[in-house]
């Protein structure tokens, strides 16, 4: 499952790196949860930043747990399910990211954050498919999901699980409505483990309400709790 992430880069760095015009302000995102509304890049609008909400809208969502929210695909089996098949084929996108999270179980009730990056700390993109339709007021809403696939060596010793991160020659093929389903299948794998690398973050990034540059500060478990040593 991919939870949460992060986008610190300036509109002007985004719309360089993916060569794509984004006409609404954007302010450096720290700590990107469900139901909020970030940027994407379509199949249907490749040259510019479509704002969409992840998963769920905020009024859909409202007083439902995080694990009820759909917000995730699992990419082993999206060219299959009737849920996503349609989207799988139609209706993929781009979701700039700069880095994700994911909690390590420290004990019953510890858990400790992790900030997943590219070595380099570079913006990436996951794949993503996504979807239109009306609300209860006739209104038009575009909401997307993150795919996941098993996890490389420096995802598995936090999570089962993490989102595919697509390279910059996969995101062009990605995007291109006619890349044939068994092309789009062979990019949804884990991504090479020497491209990544992983450090602890403050807890500060467990709330949602927390969106500051701090959260991204590396932070190591004794400066979080107190008492702890760091371990891998």
Not at 175 to 193: C, G, H, I, R, V
Request: proline content about 6%; some cysteine.
């Amino acid at each position: 499952m991919c939870g949460r992430y992060s986008l610190s880069k300036s509109k002007i760095e985004l719309e360089e790196r993916f060569q794509a015009e984004m006409l609404t302000d954007f302010k450096p995102r720290y700590n990107i949860a469900p139901t909020q509304l970030v940027p994407v890049i379509t199949s249907d609008s490749p040259k510019g930043f479509s704002f969409f909400y992840w998963g769920i809208t905020p009024d859909f969502g409202q007083n439902k747990p995080v694990a009820q929210k759909l917000i995730n695909a699992r990419a082993e089996t999206i060219h299959e399910k009737i849920s996503f098949k349609s989207s799988f084929q139609k209706r993929r996108c781009l979701i700039p990211a700069d880095g994700f999270y994911e909690w390590k179980r420290l004990g019953k009730k510890t858990k400790i954050p992790y900030r997943f990056t590219l070595r380099d700390e570079e913006t990436f993109a996951f794949a993503g498919i996504w979807e239109e339709y009306e609300n209860v007021n006739g209104e038009s809403n575009h909401t997307f999901l993150i795919l996941t696939t098993s996890p490389n060596e420096v995802v598995d010793e936090i999570h089962d699980r993490m989102p595919v991160i697509l390279s910059r020659e996969e995101e062009k093929k990605w995007l291109d409505k006619y890349t044939s389903e068994s092309d789009l299948l062979e990019m949804l794998n884990p991504l090479a483990p020497e491209l990544m690398v992983s450090y602890t973050v403050s807890p500060l990034v467990n709330s949602v309400q927390n969106d500051s540059p701090g959260i991204i500060r590396k932070t190591s478990p004794m400066d979080q709790f107190g008492n702890y040593t760091l371990f891998g």
